[in-house]
């Protein structure tokens, strides 16, 4: 059996990695880092070059980037259903939505920057808070369509990790930007936060990075 350890911050991109694995029923270790400077510690550095998460290390090898995780462990476990194989008739679609989640991710890694990491007032723009949101609301634009066929899920197979990976960035966007122009997109959102998977995946009351509900845009100075 192959030795799986996963490189996770709560409420960070790693908690894609750590849903699909909790999908895939796979033995795995978690390895919890605090969303810091120690990320940048020489130590893991030799696990993650950048200092990021999530890292997988697997059968003595490393590897980092959720993308890629996500397609290699999908490959790896191929009979749990959650990957789309080359010759699969939705092969492309799937692609295209494991990795549309980076889309949405960029747009909230910009809006925690102003909301969280910034310190200092004057550090942070209501201009940008209000252009990222609603880049995020464009996102969901295209999600809303994808689910107007109508289907549960965003490929017509069935559940996959396109799911889970557009899906755990959903959850950190609605940090920033509600769905409630968007009510298909949150009927899928709230069927994938039903899952045991989803639910095993959150963290607990404190390992929190994102302390409220929700951000909203600051009002553009007069």
């Given amino acids: 059996m192959s030795r799986i350890v996963l490189h996770h911050c709560p409420q960070t991109r790693s908690m894609r990695s750590l849903w699909l694995l909790f999908e895939l029923d796979v033995p795995f270790e978690i390895v919890e880092h605090a969303f810091d400077k120690s990320l940048r510690a020489p130590a893991y550095l030799l696990v993650s070059p950048a200092g990021r998460v999530p890292a997988l290390e697997i059968d003595g090898a490393r590897m980092f980037e959720t993308g890629a995780i996500t397609e290699y462990l999908c490959e790896r476990f191929p009979d749990v259903g959650l990957g789309r194989e080359a010759d699969h008739a939705e092969r492309m679609e799937w692609l295209v939505w494991v990795h549309f989640a980076e889309t949405i991710s960029q747009h909230v890694a910009a809006l925690t920057q102003q909301h969280i990491v910034l310190r200092d007032d004057t550090m942070r723009s209501p201009a940008v808070m209000k252009l990222e949101a609603a880049r995020l609301s464009k996102c969901y634009d295209a999600i809303e369509a994808r689910l107007n066929?109508?289907?549960?899920?965003?490929?017509?197979?069935?559940?996959?990790?396109?799911?889970?990976?557009?899906?755990?960035?959903?959850?950190?966007?609605?940090?920033?930007?509600?769905?409630?122009?968007?009510?298909?997109?949150?009927?899928?959102?709230?069927?994938?936060?039903?899952?045991?998977?989803?639910?095993?995946?959150?963290?607990?009351?404190?390992?929190?990075?994102?302390?409220?509900?929700?951000?909203?845009p600051w009002d553009m100075p007069e």
């Fill in 149 to 216: 066929a109508p289907r549960d899920t965003l490929l017509d197979a069935g559940f996959s990790a396109a799911d889970i990976s557009v899906g755990q960035a959903m959850y950190l966007a609605l940090k920033f930007c509600t769905l409630e122009q968007h009510p298909k997109t949150a009927a899928w959102f709230k069927h994938l936060q039903a899952r045991e998977a989803f639910q095993k995946s959150l963290p607990d009351g404190d390992s929190l990075l994102y302390k409220q509900d929700f951000y909203a």
